[in-house]
Each structure stands twice: as C-alpha cells, then as structure tokens.
C-alpha cells in the first residue's frame, strides 16, 4: 500500500516534514545560473541539477519530497523532462515523491490527468481539485492503493474561506466527509488510508485542530511551515494522537538562503537549514512521548 510506504518510510528518516521542490530560476546558486536565462533547455537543466543537489544533500533525512510541476512547466517540453528527472532520481533515494500538479477535470481528462501525474511522470501521489466532484477524483482513486493524492480541501490563502468554508460547514466540510468515506476500504495498520487532504499549516488553532478530528483517517499535507510563517508547533494540532497522520511542507526556507542566494557551497546551506527544520519538528514532536 502506498500509504503504509509513507508511514514506513517517514518512521526510517525520523522526521514527517516533506520539502517542496519549487526551482525557482533567479535564485538558484551562482555556479548552476545558465550563461542565457532565455535559453529554456539550460534553464530547465539548471533547475534540475538543483533539485537534483538537494535530493543528494536530503537523502536519508527527508522521506518526502513535492515538486511543484508548474516550476518546471515554464521550460516547455524541456522543464517536463526536467520533472521527470528529479522525480526518478528522488524514488531512486527511497523518497515518497508528491506531485503538486493540483489537477481537477472529468471523463476522459480526468484519466489522462492521472495517467500523466502517475505513469509518464512517476510520481507516488498528486495534489488534486473537487472543485468539479467526485467523478474529477474517481480516476485518481482508482490507482489506489498503490498510488495516492492529496485533495484541496482547507488552503490558507487569505481568500480561501470565501469559497471553502469551514470545518462545520461549507465545500470543504463536504470533501472532507468524502475523503473519509473513500478511504474506509483501504485502510492500513496504521487506520490510514491513500487519499490525504491539503489543509494549510498557517491556519487557527482551532480550526486546524478541527480539521484533524474531521479527517481522522487522512494523512494531511499541510504547507505552510517555514517561509509562509507556519511554526513547528502549529503542526501539532492537525497530527494524530500518536504524532503520526501530518506531513508539514516546507519548500523556500529549505532550498534558499533568506536573502539572495548561495554560492560555490550551496549544498551544505541546503543542509543546514534542513537540519534546522528537523531539529524544530523535533522538539515540537516531545509532545508526543
């Protein structure tokens, strides 16, 4: 089951957190900047050669890993390669790889939506939209369970709750509840199921703590740690009450120095500010034992 391989191999690196891949061209370090930024082929070979050096810096201390596709997609046909790339050489680390596509559509789309997220890219898991129903998600659940997603159900961005709601009421309340039905049949040891919600980690207190009781059979990945202003304790609430169930995200505050960008050793930056988001999950974790 894919949700047991999460489980399994978040427990051998120690840490939940998951790092974003979000190669971003101006700010990448100094010894992989193309000589032509226009040149989308460099370019997009410049981004992989980072995503790929900080898959080699992370390998044995994160087990997830969420490129964002649309970083790679600027790059046309060559960022698509690009992707495919650092999504081979992440699952050859032993990674869990979740792809951020956020895909959402019906029929036939739909299929090719998933086909593309899980045959042709590689990827474990995707993010998906309900914005269209269940039917835009069945295609995606039917490689489960040896395939996964993460279905937007509560973001944090500040217009979110026009069209989300709330835990009590709204379009979200209703994915949630869906998401829980839809996992019942696949179920692990650990009582999870392959279809995971998005629930922002920069949300209320209360309102994180009453997503993780409406979703108790849900991993939730939950972005929002780090740059984006979410803490290590804030994670807490939308953990299980063994501590398990919560993949926090965190994509800038790992890959970039907080201003401008590393140079000749930008690996061991990628490092040391991974170390430091460990070592803070960590120590919010205490709570737990």
């Known amino acids: 089951m894919y949700q047991q391989r999460m489980a399994d191999t978040i427990r051998q690196v ?9 190669p971003v061209l101006s700010r990448l370090p100094g010894p992989l900047q193309p000589s032509d930024p226009g040149d989308r ?5 410049a981004c992989a050669a980072f995503c790929q050096g900080m898959l080699e810096v992370m390998a044995g201390e994160v087990g997830v890993v969420k490129p964002q596709s649309a970083f790679f997609e600027v790059f046309g046909a060559s960022g698509i390669e690009a992707l495919e790339e650092v999504v081979a050489v992440a699952r050859r680390l032993g990674m869990v790889v979740v792809l951020d596509a956020k895909r959402g559509d019906i029929g036939s789309t739909a299929e090719a939506y998933a086909t ?3 045959d042709a890219c590689g990827a474990d898991a995707v993010t998906v939209s309900p914005w269209l129903g269940p039917e835009s998600l069945a295609p995606f659940v039917a490689r489960c369970p040896s395939r996964g997603l993460f279905v937007l159900v509560r973001t944090s961005n500040p217009g979110a709750a026009a069209f989300q709601g709330g835990p009590e009421a709204g379009p979200a309340r209703a994915v949630a509840d869906w998401i829980g039905s839809a996992n019942e049949r696949f ?5 999870l199921g392959p279809v995971g919600a998005v629930v922002g980690a920069t949300l209320g207190a209360d309102e994180r703590a009453a997503w993780r009781a409406r979703l108790p059979n849900a991993w939730i990945l939950a972005p929002g740690f780090g740059a984006q202003g979410a803490l290590a304790g804030d994670l807490v609430s939308l953990a299980r009450s063994d501590g398990g169930g919560v993949i926090p995200v965190a ?18 930056g990628v490092h040391q500010r991974l170390m430091r988001h460990r070592r803070q999950l960590r120590e919010a974790w205490q709570t737990f034992s």
């Open 116 to 118: 593309a997220a899980f």
């Open 14 to 22: 120690g840490t939940p957190l998951c790092v974003g891949l979000d």
């Open 187 to 191: 179920l692990d040891a650990d009582g």
């Open 41 to 45: 082929p460099a370019a997009a070979a």
């Open 251 to 268: 994509a800038r505050s790992v890959a970039y120095p907080p201003s401008g960008r590393d140079d000749a050793d930008w690996q061991r």
